[in-house]
T-cell receptor, first 113, second 112 residues
Framework: GAVVSQHPSRVICKSGTSVKIECRSL??????MFWYRQFPKKSLMLMAT?????????EQGVEKDKFLINHASLTLSTLTVTSAHPEDSSFYIC?????????FGPGTRLTVL | RKEVEQDPGPFNVPEGATVAFNCTYS??????FFWYRQDCRKEPKLLMS???SGNEDGRFTAQLNRASQYISLLIRDSKLSDSATYLC?????????????FGAGTQVVVTP
């Protein structure tokens, strides 16, 4: 199967700082990638659809100015959490579809102090 | 009402027993259905797709009931390694493959 990587796997930052998370498709090209957030013991919630070469599509209730998405190439999408606050602490996962299947990155655990 | 609903469990299952659980979805136009498995603090991994005619993969059997809008997963001869959270996943978008809606997951705990 295809491989999706994320970096970093874990990040701890101070409140007010910005954090960038990278999602890469390692052995396939992805014109679309998806960003999810998961709180403890809760389901994954789709935040936005990242589109290569165009603007991301955000789900209702997700602030696009707070969660900046850039899909710079066919293998890389980045999510930047701007001015992070403790309530942004969560598990962020990206995914990319390939040949009818969805492949997930290993996730990034963000802790905002 | 949530788009995709699951019984959160936990389902406590003796090793070797059979466990089954359902997932209901609200959008009758849903296109594709999947069961994913998620271990604690890990990313979801595809367990199996769910086909209209039902399908089996080893000890796992998935069924789709479009009339009643639910899918099911049955695990036979449960192993300790089957302990995980099972996510029901539905692809609802007709214009964007991969835009999945997740259920909250059903936790299965297989005990010795």
């Amino acid at each position: 199967g295809a491989v999706v990587s994320q970096h970093p796997s874990r990040v701890i930052c101070k409140s007010g700082t910005s954090v960038k998370i990278e999602c890469r498709s390692l052995d396939f090209q992805a014109t679309t990638m998806f960003w999810y957030r998961q709180f403890p013991k809760k389901s994954l919630m789709l935040m936005a659809t990242s589109n290569e070469g165009s603007k991301a599509t955000y789900e209702q209730g997700v602030e696009k100015d707070k969660f900046l998405i850039n899909h710079a190439s066919l293998t890389l999408s980045t999510l930047t959490v701007t001015s992070a606050h403790p309530e942004d602490s969560s598990f962020y996962i990206c995914s990319a579809p390939w040949r009818g299947e969805q492949f997930f990155g290993p996730g990034t655990r963000l802790t905002v102090l | 009402r949530k788009e995709v609903e699951q019984d959160p469990g936990p389902f406590n299952v003796p090793e070797g027993a059979t466990v089954a659980f359902n997932c209901t979805y609200s959008n009758s136009a849903s296109q594709s259905f999947f069961w994913y498995r998620q271990d604690c603090r890990k990313e979801p991994k595809l367990l199996m797709s769910v086909y209209s005619s039902g399908n089996e993969d080893g000890r796992f059997t998935a069924q789709l009931n479009r009339a009643s809008q639910y899918i099911s997963l049955l695990i036979r001869d449960s192993k300790l390694s089957d302990s995980a959270t099972y996510l029901c996943v539905v692809n609802m978008a007709t214009d964007s493959w991969g835009k999945f809606q997740f259920g909250a997951g059903t936790q299965v705990v297989v005990t010795p």
